[in-house]
């Protein structure tokens, strides 16, 4: 299909104006509150609902299903980035079509993100289905924790694969065109329901971990509906479209969601690699070393889940900028979102060193797991505000459609140093050495990342003189 649109600002449909105006005009404070606020909201929600499988599992009072749920964590992060390749991918090209006055390319990428997504998460569910057993194995699961797991990984992972996958999509794709506000919504009410029936089937319904799986399976399909029925009220006022003849016929659309996706589902398939070696590393030492890890891994979500959350928010805002070529609200973006994130995680730092055996202990009574936990987390947390300017970076140049570059930081954080690390970490530092690993990566990775922005910046000013 032949682009036939001029090359004007998209200025959206009428009721949309103020928010394309967030995006355009609006002092960079009043724009992170507008589009990063409610994505953190919905990604502190997400947390609290997958924390709540932990907590209430802990409940029970029996390290094995903790561990059970904690070692299916890295293959549900596989439906994450199915996900973050069609989501962070046309997030980024849809925002920069709308930056540069493509309405119907934005169109035709918002259905091509769907029915890719919702194919390839279909293919994924076939095939953890087929490859069940030694998918278990291979993340660490053992005699005492194969049967919990089995369970918890058949409902979620093969059962509500699609609706995982489709419901964070969708979050992307609503946020890209300035709603972050119904994407917050949409992710918030499925975590909200998971919270509250949680309990419902895990202790009342005495089903255990199989319990937590279907309170996720059902709260995932939950908050694809809230998009579909949003979708659906608003299909003639949003370029979110589900007609399979805006479908790219000459793959160009395609290409221009790998080139950022990829980056992105890269980033997130390398953890499960990270995490699942981390995983076997630690069920070495027992049930209760690898409940002590899952815990931690999961509190320590909450300074990287704020992160994700002010990057995903101004994802859009710097892709349409930057296509709009006002490259000074990119800079001023950057700087101020790095600010925001960095304090926040120094603030993390203090509560989890002063209260790590009061957080541990929230989630499981056990004196020796909690004692483990709470060192675990006085390591894993040192580092955070690197890890915060790491994303940052990494989102930047997600928005631009810098591929390569954040290809890089994803590379260099996770796999090609970690991994090694973790083996010689392990033998140096028996255990503990395994959680000193991440700091010590975020601390190299930073430097990389500085680098690579530096450069970046430069030609933005280049550019932006030109333009002047």
Known sequence: MKETEHETLYTGPSHDATKIEIFRSAPIPTAVANLALPTVISQLVTMIYNLADTFFVGQMGDPRKVAAVSLVLPAYTMLTAVANL???????VISRFLGSGKPARARQTSTFCIFSAAAAALALSMLVL????????????????????????????????????????FGHLVRSEGSAKQASIGMSFGGILNIILDPIFIMIFDLGVKGAAIATMISNCASVSYFLVYLYRKRRKTVISFVPRNFDQELQIAGRVASVGLPASLQTLLSVTSNTVLNNLASGYGSTALAAVGIVKKIDMLPMNVTLGISQGVLP???????????????????FTRALAVCFSLSCIAAFEIFAERIVGLFIGDAQTIRLGSAFLRILCLTTPMMAISYLITTMFQATGQGKRALAISLFRKTTVDVPLMFLMNRLIPLYGLLMVQPIVDTLSIGLAFALYRDFSKKLKGTSNQED
């Open 86 to 92: 069609f989501g962070v991918g046309g997030s980024s």
């Open 130 to 169: 087929i490859f069940k057993r030694p998918l278990l194995l291979l993340l660490g699961a053992n005699r005492d924790t194969y049967e919990f797991a089995s369970d918890y990984l058949v409902w979620v992972l093969v059962i509500g694969g699609v609706p995982t996958v489709l419901g964070m999509l």
């Open 317 to 335: 805002f710097i892709g349409y900028n930057y296509a709009a070529k006002r490259f000074d609200r990119v800079r001023q973006m950057s700087r």
